[in-house]
Every structure is written in C-alpha cells, then in structure tokens.
C-alpha cells in the first residue's frame, strides 16, 4: 500500500493538473509571455491557481495566526486601520478617524459610510462593537478565545450610527495597531453568533466579512475558492486599486508537496505558490521566475528554553546550549540570504528591536567548560551525565516553519559534540499538541510568531497568552519567574510610546540575559510568482493581498 505522504503528492498532482487544463484560458501563458506585462495596465477578469501547502484549521479571527488561515482573512474581512507594510504607519480603512485619551485608555472611531458585508448588512458602529467586545472578552461558552492582540478591554460603547468608543481597565497602547491585524477582521453580526466549530473546516463560506473577497467552493483539506467582490469601493487610500478586485477569483489548493508546487509555477500550471522551499530558492529564479520574501516584522524563528525544567533551570546548562550551537553554520547551510541571522529574539524590521547578538555567540570550549561546572561530566558514550542521568533534551519539530526538522537535525549534530543528547519529537496532532505544553516532555520549543507591533514579544512569551517558556506552570498554575511576568505587561500597558520601546528593549535583553531563548533567523514568507501574474503584495505580516493582483489574458 502507497504511504499516506505519496498518496497526498500523487492527489496534488491531480488537482493542480486538473485545474490548469480548467482554467488554462485565464492563467496558463509561458513563462515570460503577455501582452499586458509590456504595458502595466492591469487587466480585470480571469482566475488565478494559487497553490497553499498547507490547509485551512479555523477563520475565527483572533485564531487565524495560522498563515494558510490568515491569507484567507486578510482578504475576506476588512479592519478598522491599515497598517503599511512598509513603513508600518496607520492610515484610515473602515474607521476614518480615531483619538485616545491621554492614557490609553479610551479610543474613539468614526466608522465610514455605505460600507457593507458580503451579505448586504451594514458595517456600522455597532457591529464594530459587537466584534471588539468578543475579540476583548472572548466567549468561553462558545470556546472562542481572547484576541492576543489585545490587552486590558473592558468594554464598548455605541455612541451613534458611525461611533464607537472602547473602554480598557489599564492602558492599551498596541489597541490601534491591534484593529489593524487580521486578529481584528471584522465579521457580520450573523457570524459573530457562531460557535467555534463552525470556524472550522467545512464551514469557510459562512464566515461573512466585508472585504474585497469571499469564500466560496471549499473542499475540506484540500482548497477553496476566493471570489470577488463587483461591489467592492473602500479600500484605504494607498492602495493602488481602489475599486473591485482585478481578478474574478483565486482557486487555493492544498500541494503539501514543495516538488509539486514548484513544478506546477513553472510549467506554467499555477500562477502563484507559498511557501518556497530554500533550496528551491535558486531553480525559481534561474528560471526567470520572481520570489517574494516577506519578512514577518515579529519574534524570530528560534528556541525557547524551558527553565522550569530540571535540566535547564541551571542558567550554566541554558548558556552552554546557547554557545553550542553554531547558528551561522545553521544558516549558511540550510537557507537563503532571504533568512537574515537573528541578532535579537526580534527581527531587525520589528517595533522596538534592539541588538543582543553578543548573547548568542557560538564558543564550543565555552559550552563544555560551562557544562562542567554545573555538574554535566562526559559519558563513556559521549553524552553527558548527573547523579546517573544522561543530558537528554527533546525539541519539537515546528511543521509550520521552514525546514524545521532539517534545522534541528543540524543543530542536534552540533550540540552531541559538546556531549548534550537532542532528541526532536515527530508526532500526530494529538500527541504532540499535549506535548508541548508539558516542559517534562518537551524542554525546547522551536516557533516563531509574526506580527508588526511591540506587543508580539508578550504574545510569545507572557503566561497568559502563549507561554512558549511555559513560565506559568499548566499543572499547578504557578509562575516560575515574576519578574519576566512583569517585564511583559509593562510593554502592554505603558502609555508612553518612548518608554513602551524601552519596555520592550528592556525584554529583549532580558531574555538573553537570561539565557531564555536561542534565535535562529528572522523568519520570512516566501512566495513565487509566474510571470503572467502581476500586482501580488503582502500585509505588514507577509500574508498574501491579492485585490491588486491580475493576470494577462491569452
């Protein structure tokens, strides 16, 4: 019997094949062919194959972190501000002008006019307030979460039609930021009353938003259709297209394959695809092809140390990890000039970055001579061992991000020469989701998280939000270092924006400090496009927008 991974290739190749002899008419030229590619005039009409390796799991907004889900939101539902992805300042989109008080403790919005959701209802004040009041509160009944991308809400207040004010219990600087994230689309009243389960899966096309696009045609793990919005007339001012989208609809499909993906972009059978492979990186371009590298603007792809453990909770053993591993030799071998090293548990284009490198310095003798006074002496098998325990350590493998198991491979090679045991853990969605929220079980956890603001670094590591160090405790609820705790809500709570930067600075040494984290890479998006695909850019995030993008016609 065919295992399940070539099973999933072989039905890929399928579909991707299917859809180019369906829609060749729309998007099939050859590579470097078109006539409106010569001219730059956009073109409306046509459909556009997009191949996503991964499948949608949910489009609640303030849980769709996830990149397959969050291209989805980007594009079906609408926020408050827009976020440029490059300089990241704010300009008006639904909400066309917006104040605070002094301490960041009230925001007012005037919401725009004649602004629609997909279904007909109106976008006004109180739907505004109806969505902030479940993305501040949560809804525990319906298992719908608390948006990490807000902090301190407390509650909403319908002014008139167009009015909406927002009450917090401590001060919110990052809430303006916070409307601006996908984590704060807006959705119809109706969907607002939904359940979590009927995010999921199977239920793609009742997620009602007001953006340039909605869903249609979903096929559970396997795709969906983007179709445009003919009525679509607010967009924020600087986009280049200001009315309906240019393309008529983006066929997603599911190509867990990179081989097949790759194939498909250059035979000129799908348009677009996510997720280049780094070693893929050079046959893209060589083929005359273009590859888009966004960067994520957030907390970079790397290590967190579980303290708490007994083995890591002798800073000695986290330094000595740290000097083991050669990150330079990590990035050099596995990716691209597109994953700059991290000099900070921050990317460099992020809010608020400051320089740690000096933390992260690769000293093997440094390493072993650290491991030797903290009581680690070399095995007969060349592992380390105390009071009759080798140094064994488990890392989860991260699907989501680039060639992770390859990176950890490397990095379980680097750190065996200086005695220490890596072990990386490959299982179900089950097993592993239990996993990692058990520091006995997995000590180091690889992730990342992307997101334009200063309150990423709290999302990442504060004990209510992700606590990728697992500094609170899932057992007995406790805290394992107070001060950590307090060093995070001050970066979410401090009014000033000079000294909510220094907050955030003040984290990031922190953390090295400590010897809390081992930053790999500042971690990109990486797409490629045919050239008979035009206009596709990215959010302050690096999800994919496509109310610009067209394509030439044959």
Known sequence: MPSPRRLIAGLATATVLALALA???????????GSSSETGKPVTGGTLVYLEHQAITGLYPPGAGFYPNGGIVNNIADRLVYQDPKTLEFEPWIATKWESNADATEYTFTIRDGVTFSDGTPLDAAVVAKNFDLYGLGDAARGLTVSEAINNYQSSEVVDKNTVKFHFSAPSPGFLQATSTINSGLLSSKTLDLPFEKFGPGNAANIIGSGPFTV???KIGTGLDLVARKDYKWAPKSWSNQGRPYLDKIQITVTPEASVRVGALLSGQ???????????????????????????NGVNNGLSLRFRNEKLSDIRVRQALIAGIDREELVKTIYTKNYPLATSVLSKTALGYVDTKDAFGYDPKKAATLLDEAGWKLGSNGIREK???????VVNEAAPQPRSFDA????????KKIGVDLQILKADAGTYAKAIQDANQVQIYHSMVGRADLDVIKSQFYSKNRNTLLNR????????DPKLEELLEAVASTADPKARIEASQTVQKYLADQAYVIPFFEEPQVFATANFVHGFSSESVGRPSFDAVWVDKQ
């Not at 799908?270 to 994520?296: H, M, N, P, S, Y």
């Open 270 to 296: 799908a348009g677009l695809i996510r997720d280049v492979e780094a070693q893929d990186e050079k046959q893209v371009t060589d083929a005359g092809f273009q590859v888009f590298a966004a960067q994520t």
């Open 473 to 480: 405790d899932n057992a007995d609820q406790s805290i394992g």
């Open 23 to 33: 829609g060749c008419s729309a998007n099939a030229s050859a590579p470097g062919s």
């Open 216 to 218: 249609d045609n979903e």
């Open 387 to 393: 009071d009759g325990q080798p140094l064994t350590l």
């Open 408 to 415: 950890l491979t490397l990095v379980s090679q680097q750190l």
